[in-house]
C-alpha cells in the first residue's frame, strides 16, 4: 500500500506572517472579524488552524483571500494568494451595479477594488471602455439607492476613531480634488486610490459609534467619487463605473443622499462621454428623485443643466431650453459657503460652461436662421466661463477653450477655432487628461470638414500633431 504524501510546510504563508510581525492568534481573529464584516458569520478560525495552514493545510475559501488582504495591510505590498502559497479565490466578488445595499458588501467590494487597482490608463475606443454596464443592467439595481435605508452601525475593532480622524479623510479628499483640477486624473489616480483602501480599513478595522460610522462612510464616499472620477479621467471606464457604484453604496450607507446624486452625476458625465446619452439622461432623473428632499441649490441647478445639456444631445430642444432655464433660476439662490465641499466645482464658471455646450449643441442642428444666434449665446457664456474659472481648475479651462473652438466652427469661423484650439493645446500638454485628448478627438472630427482652407489645414495638422504625440 502506498504512502500517503506528506504535506510540505507553507514557507511562504509563514515568511510573510512573519514579516508581518502578527502571531498566530492575531491573524486567526483579524480573519473572524473580516469574514463577519464581509457577511459570512459561520466562520471560526483559531490559532491551531493558522499553525495548520502554515504546516502546510490549504485553507478554504474565502479565507485565502481574507489572509492577503490582512498581509497587504501589514507589509504594506500588494500581496496575492499565489504568494502566500494558497489557492486564489474562487467565489467571485460583486463589484457592480447588483451589489448588496449594506455595509459589509460595500467595505468588502471598496477593498477588492482598491487592492487590484494597478491597470495602466485606456481610452473610451478600447475594450475597457465597452464593458461598462449600460441599460437596464446598469440602471435597474441602482434605482434601489432611492429607496435603500441606512443600516445600523456599530463597529468594535483595534482603535477608536473620531471626528478628527474623519476630518482628516475630508482634508485628504480636498488636496486630491485641487490636484485633479490642476493636473488631471493619471497623476496622482493610484494615491487616492490607496488613500481609499487606507480610509476603508478605518470601516473594517476600527471601533467607532452610529455618528461617527455615518460620518466615515460619507468621507470614503467623497473620497471614492474623487477617485472614481480621476479613473474615469484617465480614461479606466470600466474601473471608474465599479469605483463610482462602490462609492454610491458608501453614501447610502451614511444617509447622504446629496452626496449620492453627485456621485450619480459623475456617473452620467461618464455616460453621455461614453455615448450613451439616454442613460445619462436616466441616471440625472434618479439622482433627482433620490435626493429631492436633501439636494442643495447647486446640486439641483447642477442636475437641471446636465439635464438640459443631455436633452440637447438628444434632440430634445425645447426640454433642453426648458431645464436650462430652470438651472440658471436654481443658480440663483445658491449661498456657496453653505454647499457641501463635493458642490465647490459648480460654481457661476461651471453654470456658463454647462449651457454654453447645451447652445452649441443645439446651433449644431439648427439649419435655419437661429444657427448664428445660439452659436452667438454659446459663445458669449463660454467667454464668461472661461473669464470666471478659478486659476486651479486648469482642465476645465481647456474644455472652455475646446468648447469655444467647436462653437466657432458650427458658424465657419475657423480662424478663431484655430486660435482657441493653440490655447487648449498648450494646456492639454501640462496636464494628464485622456478625456481632454477625447474631447480634442472630436475636434479634429469637426475640422476635417474645413481642411481644404488653409486655416483648417493647419487646425487639422496641428490636431493630428498633438493627439499623436
Known sequence: MAARPTKQPNEALTYWIERAGISNAALARLV?????????????????RVRAWRAGQAPTDPIPQFLAEILSERTGLMLTCADLGLPARTIPMTTGPAMAWQPAPTVAAIAHLT????????????EEARAVNVGDDLLLPLHRWATATPSTLAAHGRGRIGASDVEGIRAVTTMFRDADNRHGGILSRRAVIAQMADANTLLETATYDEETGRSLFAAVADLGSVAGWMTFDSGMHHRA?????????????????????????????????LGHYQEALDLVSLAEYGARGDATPATRAMLAS???RFHAILGQVQDSERAAGTAQDLFAAVDPGAEPEHMAFFDHAELCATIGVVHQIAAKSDTGPGRHRRAGAS??????????????????????SIGLARTHLVVGEVDAALAETQHALGIFHSIGSPRVGDRLDELHDEARHFQSSQAGGELCELLSTALAS
Do not use: K, W, Y
Open 32 to 48: 473572524n472579524h473580516r469574514a463577519e464584516m464581509a457577511g459570512i458569520h459561520g466562520l471560526r478560525t483559531h490559532e491551531g
Open 115 to 126: 487592492r487590484s487597482e494597478m491597470m495602466a490608463p485606456h481610452s473610451r475606443d478600447h
Open 241 to 273: 463605473q465599479q469605483i463610482f457604484i462602490t462609492a454610491l453604496h458608501a453614501a447610502s450607507e451614511a444617509g447622504d443622499r446629496a452626496l449620492g446624486a453627485h456621485i450619480l452625476q459623475c456617473m452620467a458625465r461618464q455616460m453621455s462621454h
Open 306 to 308: 446636465l439635464r438640459a
Open 379 to 400: 459663445l458669449d457664456l463660454l467667454h464668461d466661463a472661461r473669464r470666471l474659472r478659478p486659476e486651479h481648475r486648469v482642465r476645465s479651462a481647456a474644455f472652455d
